[in-house]
């Protein structure tokens, strides 16, 4: 998942925020770092989620392009430096969403936002990624069942 400006990318599903940020999706099954280098190739970045509203964007965009009735994992910026410890206690437990320029910036979230599929590997010396991991609904009229995964 891309966070990108006002330019519409080709052949992806595209959503923007009234702040002016936009989100697009490409359905390529890629490694985190080429999915970050395939964002930068469009001038953006991996996303960012840092509010409960930016979620709603973003789950609705993906809920347009869900494929199936299999859980998906879509990479977003969101990464735990070497250096950096696993925190049972904080929403992203230790991770951070990195930055355009790809350092990884540490950033508040809100509790609702630490939610998890699968906790992530207790550890203090090892890079690790994660993404949005998707369910979509099962029951109709319900809405898809998401959480963060390494």
Same mark, same amino acid.
């Given at each position: 998942?891309?966070?990108?400006?006002?330019?519409?990318?080709?052949? @992806?599903?595209?959503?923007?925020? &009234?702040?002016? @940020?936009?989100?697009? #999706?490409?359905?390529?099954? *890629? &490694?985190?770092?080429?999915?970050?280098?395939?964002?930068?190739?469009?001038?953006?970045?991996? @996303?960012? #989620? &840092?509010? $409960?509203?930016?979620?709603?964007?973003?789950?609705?965009?993906? +809920?347009?392009?869900?494929?199936? /009735?299999?859980?998906?994992?879509?990479?977003?910026?969101? *990464?735990?430096?070497?250096? +950096?410890?696993?925190?049972?206690?904080?929403?992203?437990?230790?991770?951070?969403?990195?930055?355009?320029?790809?350092?990884? #910036?540490?950033?508040?979230?809100?509790?609702?936002?630490?939610?998890? +599929?699968? $906790?992530?590997?207790?550890?203090? &010396?090892?890079?690790?990624?994660?993404?949005?991991?998707?369910?979509?609904?099962?029951?109709?009229?319900?809405? /898809?069942?998401?959480?963060?995964? $390494?």
């Amino acid at each position: 998942v891309c966070a990108q400006g006002w330019l519409q990318p080709p052949q @992806a599903a595209l959503r923007c925020h &009234s702040a002016g @940020a936009c989100f697009s #999706v490409h359905l390529v099954n *890629r &490694s985190y770092a080429e999915a970050l280098s395939a964002c930068r190739s469009r001038q953006g970045s991996l @996303a960012w #989620v &840092s509010s $409960e509203q930016e979620l709603r964007l973003l789950l609705g965009l993906l +809920a347009e392009v869900a494929v199936g /009735p299999e859980p998906s994992l879509f990479w977003v910026g969101l *990464r735990r430096n070497a250096s +950096a410890c696993t925190y049972a206690d904080r929403p992203l437990r230790g991770f951070s969403w990195e930055s355009a320029g790809g350092d990884a #910036v540490p950033q508040e979230v809100p509790a609702a936002l630490g939610r998890w +599929a699968k $906790e992530p590997m207790i550890s203090c &010396s090892t890079t690790r990624c994660a993404g949005l991991h998707l369910t979509p609904a099962v029951a109709a009229g319900g809405g /898809p069942n998401w959480g963060w995964k $390494e």
